[in-house]
T-cell receptor
Framework: TQLLEQSPQFLSIQEGENLTVYCNSSSVFSSLQWYRQEPGEGPVLLVTVVTGGEVKKLKRLTFQFGDARKDSSLHITAAQPGDTGLYLCAGEGGSYIPTFGRGTSLIVHP | SAVISQKPSRDICQRGTSLTIQCQVDSQVTMMFWYRQQPGQSLTLIATANQGSEATYESGFVIDKFPISRPNLTFSTLTVSNMSPEDSSIYLC???????????FGPGTRLLVL
């Protein structure tokens, strides 16, 4: 069974601060996805990374896939209240069923 | 990508009753899944819905409690049977689009069992 450790579990920050969320595993993943889920909604896909060392940017969000494809990070620059939500990472290995991290609940205060 | 709709979006049910949740996708997808999400928690996979055959259930979930149908490539239902307050949760339909390394999620069904 592949496990994906996500940290921190909770983050409460002020608008304008930077933050990083981590997903780590001892297993190698063929791809890794990051989702954001707002209250009352389903998870929405932010990005998929597939290549070791890959970096993708989505406005103020920067996603990185580890060189060994065992870990990933999400960095948010100058967080805004609209970034509030539950961030989930999900890694895919040999099967088509992803392993989800426990999620990081982010609150950005104005 | 895929546009997924779920019905109902939310419901309040009495203990001992059953609720059927519908999931409709706007395109043909290879795989459909049902997840459960406790408030503020991550996702737990209930089962993979297989077209024309019995669903594949994860450990801890059984067909008698969570019967699933998938009559075609774009539609599936999940029934939560003989509900108890412990079944209060968000139930999410998810699909995998052909050729993409990604799953997409529906908006979820919020269930409260009294």
């Amino acid at each position: 069974t592949q496990l994906l450790e996500q940290s921190p579990q909770f983050l409460s920050i002020q608008e304008g601060e930077n933050l990083t969320v981590y997903c780590n595993s001892s297993s190698v993943f063929s791809s890794l996805q990051w989702y954001r889920q707002e209250p009352g909604e389903g998870p929405v896909l932010l990005v998929t990374v597939v290549t070791g060392g890959e970096v993708k940017k989505l406005k103020r969000l920067t996603f990185q896939f580890g060189d060994a494809r065992k870990d990933s990070s999400l960095h948010i620059t100058a967080a805004q209240p609209g970034d509030t939500g539950l961030y989930l990472c999900a890694g895919e290995g040999g099967s088509y069923i992803p392993t989800f991290g426990r999620g990081t609940s982010l609150i950005v205060h104005p | 990508s895929a546009v997924i709709s779920q019905k109902p979006s939310r419901d309040i049910c009495q203990r001992g009753t059953s609720l059927t949740i519908q999931c409709q996708v706007d395109s043909q997808v290879t795989m459909m899944f049902w997840y459960r999400q406790q408030p503020g928690q991550s996702l737990t996979l209930i089962a993979t819905a297989n077209q024309g055959s019995e669903a594949t259930y994860e450990s801890g979930f059984v067909i008698d409690k969570f019967p699933i149908s998938r009559p075609n490539l774009t539609f599936s239902t999940l029934t939560v049977s003989n509900m108890s307050p412990e079944d209060s949760s968000i139930y999410l339909c998810s699909v995998r689009v052909r050729g993409l390394k990604t799953q997409y999620f529906g908006p979820g069904t919020r269930l409260l069992v009294l």
